[in-house]
């Protein structure tokens, strides 16, 4: 009956290599009592395919950010590309010769 098409993703997700995050946030007043009352948690994942954590790790917190603190009935998903500041430069191609002596 929960066949959904976003929960047949997350599904998917869960057979492959993930990074997770959890952002948990306790009751201030409650921690001055030395009792530790959970307020909120967000749980974040990504898929480790062509990534790093590092370089996830700010982009994830980024996306989740607005579900911080606040109750959602279903997972949330985004799909969104790292940025990545990168560029490859083509220059003039040459011709090696095989030093095998095969044509």
Do not use: C
């Not at 290599?17 to 009792?35: C, I, P, T, W």
């Not at 590092?54 to 606040?70: D, N, Y």
């Amino acid at each position: 009956a929960d066949r959904t098409q976003e929960r047949e993703f997350l599904r998917d997700q869960t057979n492959e290599d993930l990074y997770f995050v959890v952002a948990s946030a306790y009751d201030g007043q409650a921690l001055a009592r030395g009792e530790r009352k959970l307020a909120w948690r967000t749980s974040m994942t990504v898929n480790t395919k062509g990534v790093s954590m590092a370089e996830t790790l700010i982009p994830l917190v980024t996306a989740a950010a607005p579900f911080f603190g606040h109750e959602t009935a279903e997972p949330q998903i985004n799909v969104s590309r790292v940025p990545r500041n990168t560029r490859v430069d083509v220059g003039t191609p040459t011709v090696v010769p095989d030093k095998t002596g095969k044509p």
